[in-house]
């Protein structure tokens, strides 16, 4: 989506440059050629947001087969896709169309660009306004994996405790050289588990970090200290 925006941001500051075109120069035969090559930008940028459209709507509808993924989240997407297929279909199009319409006639080639450009800025601006949708739905999913990892973390260290309760308690006082072959593998089993789950709780603490260097919020440098 960024490369989309990036591409309509290039396209229409071309626009410009030939709407800025003395009467004669616009007239000639080099607007023309310039026209027809950001149409044809035009109508590649529109057929590239249409492919991602129908890209991230069937990838809302494999989310809805996993339950870690919540149905708001889900459905962001599904709206961010019928958005992007709208605006590819519906404003992309149209200012491909002006655009088109200013090569063929000399006479009215500027206010027929005029139109293109009032076009192409709105289209500008769905598209500021999607990846701003984006970048939240994206947040949004960042933050409820986080969510889940630090629960699952939980989760095993409650294990790895309820295991000491139970097969360590008996053990309590007895020195490490009497203890049987079986009491020690499990030690040893326990203490592997805690590491992993250690380290697991590292990575998400600096994948934690590394999120609120992204979006600098505080919210998340909170979690992260704590």
Do not use: C
């Not at 023309?32 to 991602?52: H, I, K, P, S």
């Not at 590819?88 to 139109?115: F, H, I, P, V």
């Not at 203890?179 to 030690?187: D, F």
Request: charged share 35%.
């Amino acid at each position: 989506l960024e490369e989309a925006a990036r591409e309509e941001s290039q396209l229409h500051e071309r626009n410009v440059a030939v709407s800025e075109f003395d009467e004669a120069r616009m007239r000639s035969e080099r607007a023309a050629t310039e026209l027809r090559e950001t149409e044809r930008g035009e109508r590649l940028n529109a057929q590239q947001l249409e492919q991602l459209a129908r890209e991230l709507a069937d990838l809302a509808k494999e989310a809805l087969r996993n339950k870690d993924i919540g149905t708001k989240d889900v459905e962001q997407w599904a709206a961010l896709a019928a958005a992007m297929r709208a605006l590819a279909q519906g404003g992309m199009t149209q200012t491909a169309g002006s655009l088109q319409q200013a090569q063929q006639g000399e006479a009215n080639r500027a206010e027929d660009l005029k139109r293109a450009l009032e076009l192409q800025r709105e289209v500008l601006r769905e598209l500021a306004r999607m990846g701003g949708d984006a970048n939240r739905a994206s947040e949004s999913l960042a933050a409820r994996n986080f969510v889940n990892r630090l629960r699952e973390a939980a989760r095993r260290q409650g294990d790895i405790s309820g295991a000491v309760g139970t097969d360590l308690v008996k053990l309590a006082g007895m020195e490490p050289d009497r203890m049987p072959e079986e009491a020690r593998a499990t030690i040893d089993h326990l203490a592997g588990r805690q590491q992993a789950n250690a380290r697991e709780v590292g990575y998400v603490r600096d994948d934690l970090a590394g999120f609120f260097n992204r979006t600098r919020k505080q919210v998340y440098e909170e979690v992260h200290k704590e």
